[in-house]
């Protein structure tokens, strides 16, 4: 077999087993749940600290009630977290008119600017589901939420 002949088959074989194996990056799916038993409706805005007064998600749990969504991605691509889903790396939890609660999780570009706080929402990080191609968020808004949120004068 001439040189061009076999360097022809060569290319030939490798292509064919590089179709068979095809491609490892598999949609992976992001779940992310709030339910509100803080006694009251809440009512969540969400926005970017570098443009406080423009509003970029707002989403409405009834007391008693949940909100879920999900996020599907590959994955070789990005990580999402509860920023992703209020489109910002800030909120503002609003209890029916009454309290008042303002969370910030700076992650991306720098050191982490406020995730620590205790019950900042943008801090939880999705977790594996056992056996599924399923990463899963869930958080509560809680009686002693509302109580630790800021009175409305």
């Given amino acids: 077999m001439n ?3 076999l360097k022809n088959l060569l290319v ?3 292509s064919l087993n590089m179709l068979a194996c095809g491609s490892t990056d598999q949609d992976v799916l992001y779940t992310f749940s709030i339910s509100n038993t803080s006694g009251e409706d809440i009512t969540i805005q969400g926005y970017n600290s570098n443009i406080p007064d423009r509003v970029q998600r707002t989403i409405v749990v009834p007391y008693l009630d949940s909100f879920e969504e999900q996020i599907k ?4 691509g990005p990580d999402y977290d509860f920023s992703d889903v209020f489109e910002g790396d800030s909120i503002i939890i609003n209890y029916n008119n009454l309290r008042t609660r ?3 999780c ?3 570009g720098s050191q982490g600017v406020g995730c620590s706080e205790p019950r900042n929402i943008l ?4 977790a594996p589901v056992s056996g599924q191609d399923i990463l899963a968020s869930e ?3 809680t009686q002693t939420d509302f109580e630790n949120a800021l009175p409305i004068n």
């Fill in 3 to 5: 040189g061009n002949k």
């Fill in 12 to 14: 030939f074989v490798l």
């Fill in 73 to 76: 991605s590959r994955d070789s």
């Fill in 102 to 104: 303002t969370f910030t």
């Fill in 106 to 108: 700076i992650r991306r």
């Fill in 123 to 126: 801090n939880i990080l999705p």
């Fill in 139 to 141: 958080y509560e808004f």
